[in-house]
Structures are given as structure tokens and as C-alpha cells.
């Protein structure tokens, strides 16, 4: 069976809770992931969370924008002793497939899931189907884009925001990250999130030279048009995007790569 992305090492910045799966879609194609998490994710501790948690039943939908969101938004409700059930009379938004399979793991239906995988079609399409939503609860974390918001503030809808995590760059990665690099033992560089990038260009930043050289030759895959934007921002050109903005879409649009390159 033809195997495109046989031995190709393959460079896993998520975090190192989300990385798991990821390595193992990869080595399922015969890949050799690399795994160096960038990113780290903190519960934020704000009391506001718990004025807005104490009064779910007062919102008709609650938009979730990533499973860890999810993960927080349950571990925040039974830190403040919070019972889920006032969730019973609300309506759930997820923004892709992963956030939809962390609600099912926690026991709720999902009403609304976009058709493309983003923030901004989430906005966009959820608008279309329900034009007067009534009260929604956006559940994100504190480096969400403002797609969703300024979506609805467009809409005149009335909505409040509960961040419950913060995400933050791992520094411990450093060595790690860039003793690959050193090593050229990358073939391919993947992407999450804008965070992602981020958190690579801090973590390179002290050696310009070679970040520079980086950027404008390796071969990246970025998950979606939000992530490519964020990379092409920070000088990166070779860069592939799914059709399908998960995990699986990343993996067979490299495998398309590499099949079309051989051929």
C-alpha cells in the first residue's frame, strides 16, 4: 500500500495534553511525530466566572469554541459547586468536531455545529439558521479571537463572555524545540492554532539568523485560514491547508503533498 508521509518526521507544537492523539493519527500514516509542546493551558481563576456560572438558565444557547473550553468550563462548575443541570434548559453551539466530542463526553447533545470548522463561520452560519438567538454564553479562552463577538455585537444579539482558561507559551520547550531544528530532524512543521505560532517565534526568537532561514523554507501545514494567516504574518511561505479544518484534513493534505511531489 502506497505510504506518502512514510518516515517523514513531523513536528507536533499542541499542547502536550492534545498532542497524543495527533502522534498517534500520524504514525498510523507511517509518520514519525515529533512532539514538542508549545503551549500550556491554566484555569483562570476570576470570581466573575462564578456570577455568570451561577445563572446558566438565564442563557438560551452556550457557544463552546474549543474542547478546552469545554474541559474548563466543567472543571470551573464543580469547583464553584455548580449544578451542570442548569445547562438542561439551554441550547449547545460547539465550533468543530473535537469540541462537539468533548461535550458528548460530558453527557450534552449538541445543537449547532458549523459546517467549516472556525470561529468566524460559526458566527456566520449560526446567524443564518437563528437570526434572534436570545441570551448567549460564549465559554472561551483569553486569547480568543473576536470573530464570534464582533459577530454578534453586529447582530445586536445580547451575549456575555465567560473566559475559563488562559493559554501560555512553554518555555521548558525551548531546548527541545530547537535542538531538532539543529539536528534538521523536521521534514514538516504543523500548526493549531495562531498560538502555536506564536509560541514558536518567542521560543526562536533569540537566534534571528535561523529563524529567519526557518520561515522562509520549511514546509508547514496549518489547520485552517486563521492559522495560515497567522503564519504567512510572521514570514512563513510554504504553507498547505486542509480542506477540513481537523487533524485528519492536516494529515491527508500533506499526504497529497508528498504523492503529488513524488508523481
Given at each position: 500500500?502506497?505510504?506518502?508521509?512514510?518516515?517523514?518526521?513531523v513536528?507536533?507544537?499542541?499542547?502536550?495534553q492534545?498532542?497524543?492523539?495527533?502522534?498517534?493519527?500520524?504514525?498510523e500514516?507511517?509518520?514519525?511525530?515529533?512532539?514538542?509542546?508549545?503551549?500550556?493551558f491554566?484555569?483562570?481563576?476570576?470570581?466573575?466566572?462564578?456570577?455568570?456560572?451561577?445563572?446558566?438558565?438565564?442563557?438560551?444557547?452556550?457557544?463552546?469554541?474549543?474542547?478546552?473550553?469545554?474541559?474548563?468550563?466543567?472543571?470551573?462548575?464543580?469547583?464553584?459547586?455548580?449544578?451542570?443541570?442548569?445547562?438542561?434548559?439551554?441550547?449547545?453551539?460547539?465550533?468543530?468536531?473535537?469540541?462537539?466530542q468533548?461535550?458528548?463526553?460530558?453527557?450534552?447533545?449538541?445543537?449547532?455545529?458549523?459546517?467549516?470548522?472556525?470561529?468566524?463561520?460559526m458566527?456566520?452560519?449560526?446567524?443564518?439558521?437563528?437570526?434572534?438567538?436570545?441570551r448567549?454564553?460564549l465559554?472561551?479562552?483569553?486569547?480568543?479571537?473576536?470573530?464570534?463577538?464582533?459577530?454578534?455585537?453586529?447582530?445586536?444579539?445580547?451575549f456575555?463572555?465567560?473566559?475559563?482558561?488562559?493559554?501560555l507559551?512553554?518555555?521548558?520547550?525551548?531546548?527541545?524545540?530547537?535542538?531538532?531544528?539543529?539536528k534538521?530532524?523536521?521534514?514538516?512543521?504543523?500548526?493549531?492554532?495562531?498560538?502555536?505560532?506564536?509560541?514558536?517565534?518567542?521560543?526562536?526568537?533569540?537566534?534571528?539568523?535561523?529563524?529567519?532561514?526557518?520561515?522562509?523554507?520549511?514546509?508547514?501545514?496549518?489547520?485552517?485560514?486563521?492559522t495560515?494567516?497567522?503564519?504567512?504574518?510572521?514570514?512563513?511561505t510554504n504553507?498547505?491547508?486542509?480542506?477540513?479544518y481537523?487533524?485528519?484534513?492536516?494529515?491527508s493534505?500533506?499526504?497529497?503533498?508528498?504523492?503529488?511531489?513524488?508523481?
Amino acid at each position: 500500500m502506497d505510504k506518502p508521509l512514510e518516515g517523514k518526521r513531523v513536528l507536533i507544537t499542541r499542547s502536550e495534553q492534545q498532542a497524543e492523539d495527533f502522534a498517534r493519527k500520524l504514525k498510523e500514516a507511517e509518520a514519525v511525530p515529533k512532539i514538542v509542546p508549545l503551549l500550556r493551558f491554566r484555569k483562570r481563576e476570576a470570581p466573575s466566572n462564578k456570577k455568570i456560572l451561577s445563572k446558566l438558565h438565564e442563557f438560551t444557547w452556550v457557544f463552546f469554541t474549543s474542547a478546552n473550553g469545554v474541559k474548563f468550563f466543567f472543571e470551573q462548575l464543580e469547583d464553584f459547586g455548580l449544578d451542570v443541570g442548569q445547562l438542561g434548559n439551554c441550547r449547545v453551539a460547539a465550533v468543530g468536531r473535537k469540541t462537539k466530542q468533548a461535550l458528548h463526553k460530558q453527557g450534552l447533545s449538541v445543537d449547532f455545529t458549523p459546517q467549516k470548522y472556525s470561529g468566524k463561520q460559526m458566527a456566520l452560519e449560526f446567524m443564518k439558521k437563528y437570526p434572534d438567538p436570545g441570551r448567549v454564553l460564549l465559554v472561551c479562552g483569553g486569547l480568543a479571537r473576536q470573530e464570534i463577538p464582533q459577530q454578534l455585537e453586529r447582530q445586536q444579539v445580547c451575549f456575555q463572555k465567560a473566559v475559563v482558561y488562559d493559554t501560555l507559551i512553554n518555555t521548558a520547550a525551548r531546548e527541545d524545540l530547537l535542538s531538532f531544528i539543529r539536528k534538521r530532524e523536521l521534514d514538516v512543521y504543523t500548526f493549531t492554532s495562531p498560538s502555536t505560532v506564536k509560541a514558536f517565534m518567542k521560543l526562536t526568537s533569540h537566534e534571528p539568523d535561523l529563524q529567519e532561514k526557518l520561515v522562509s523554507e520549511v514546509l508547514t501545514v496549518c489547520i485552517g485560514p486563521t492559522t495560515k494567516e497567522a503564519a504567512q504574518k510572521r514570514g512563513f511561505t510554504n504553507i498547505l491547508v486542509p480542506e477540513e479544518y481537523t487533524l485528519d484534513g492536516m494529515i491527508s493534505r500533506l499526504a497529497r503533498h508528498y504523492d503529488t511531489e513524488r508523481n
